[in-house]
C-alpha cells in the first residue's frame, strides 16, 4: 500500500527541541518531492517547505526559513522536520505529504502529527 | 506570494444539491491549481489537479474548472460525505500557496 506513516502526537514545553518523521512506503521514496504543511487550531493549511530525498534538495517557504529544518533519510525512507527551539505558536498539527512528479499537487497526505507546545 | 482568495468562506446547502466554490489567484497560474477536501479530525485529500482532472477514485460528482487567475469546484448532487472544508492550492511559483478554505456545512 502507497502510504505516508508520521509519527506520533508530541507534548513539549517552550525551548525544547524536537523532530518529528514521515515514512513513505509503497513507492520509490527517492523519487518523490515530500513537503510539509502546518495547520494551525481551528485554521487553514500552510505550506512549509519541501525536499527531494533523492539528493536533498530543500526549499523553504519565507515564512519559515531560519524556523524549521527539513531533512530525509534516504536509507529508511523518512523525512523529518525539526524546531531547535520550540514556542507555544508552534503548536499546530503537521502534515507531510507527496508531491506527484508531473503535475506537482500533493496526491498522497500523511495522517499528520499534533505538536503541543505548552509550559 | 502568490494570494488565492476562496469565497464564500463558509455556505450551507442541503443533499441534493449543487455548489459552487471559487477561487482566484494575485496573479496568473496557467492552470497549476489543486482542490483538496478536508474532513474534522482527518488529513486534506487531493480531488482536482491542473484545474480540472480528477483525482483517481473521486466521484464525478466533483468538477473543476478554469485558467489564469479564476478558478471553481463545483459539487453536484451534494452527499452526506460532502459536508467538509475545500481548499484550492496554487503550484505554479514557490513558495506553494493555499486559499483561506471554504467550509460546506448541511442545511
Known amino acids: 500500500e502507497v502510504q505516508l506513516v508520521q509519527s506520533g502526537a508530541e507534548v513539549k514545553k517552550p525551548g525544547e527541541s524536537l523532530k518529528i518523521s514521515c515514512k513513505g512506503s509503497g513507492y520509490t521514496f527517492t523519487s518523490y518531492w515530500i513537503g510539509w504543511v502546518r495547520q494551525m487550531p ?6 512549509m517547505g519541501i525536499i527531494y530525498p533523492g539528493d536533498s534538495d530543500t526549499r523553504y517557504s519565507p515564512s519559515f526559513q531560519g524556523q524549521v529544518t527539513i531533512s530525509a533519510d534516504r536509507s529508511i525512507s523518512t523525512a523529518f522536520l525539526q524546531w531547535s527551539s520550540l514556542k507555544a505558536s508552534d503548536t499546530a498539527i503537521y ?4 508531491r ?15 505538536v503541543t507546545v505548552s509550559s | 506570494d502568490i494570494q488565492m482568495t476562496q469565497s464564500p468562506s463558509s455556505l ?16 496568473g497560474i496557467s492552470r ?3 482542490w483538496y477536501q478536508q474532513k474534522p479530525e482527518k488529513a486534506p485529500e487531493s480531488l482536482i489537479y491542473a484545474a480540472s482532472s480528477l483525482q483517481s477514485g473521486v466521484p464525478s460528482r466533483f468538477s473543476g474548472s478554469g485558467s489564469g487567475t479564476d478558478f471553481t469546484l463545483t459539487i ?5 460525505e460532502d459536508f467538509a472544508t475545500y481548499y484550492c492550492q496554487q503550484y ?3 513558495p506553494i500557496t493555499f486559499g483561506q478554505g471554504t467550509r460546506l456545512e448541511i442545511k
Do not use: M
Open chain 1, 42 to 47: 481551528g485554521k487553514g493549511l500552510e505550506w
Open chain 1, 100 to 114: 506527484h512528479t508531473g503535475y506537482q499537487y500533493f496526491d498522497l497526505w500523511g495522517r499528520g502529527t499534533l
Open chain 2, 92 to 94: 505554479s511559483n514557490d
Open chain 2, 76 to 80: 453536484s448532487n451534494l452527499q452526506p
Open chain 1, 95 to 98: 502534515y507531510c505529504a507527496r
Open chain 2, 32 to 34: 497549476w491549481l489543486a
Open chain 2, 12 to 27: 450551507s446547502a442541503s443533499v441534493g444539491d449543487r455548489v459552487t466554490i471559487t477561487c482566484r489567484a494575485s496573479q
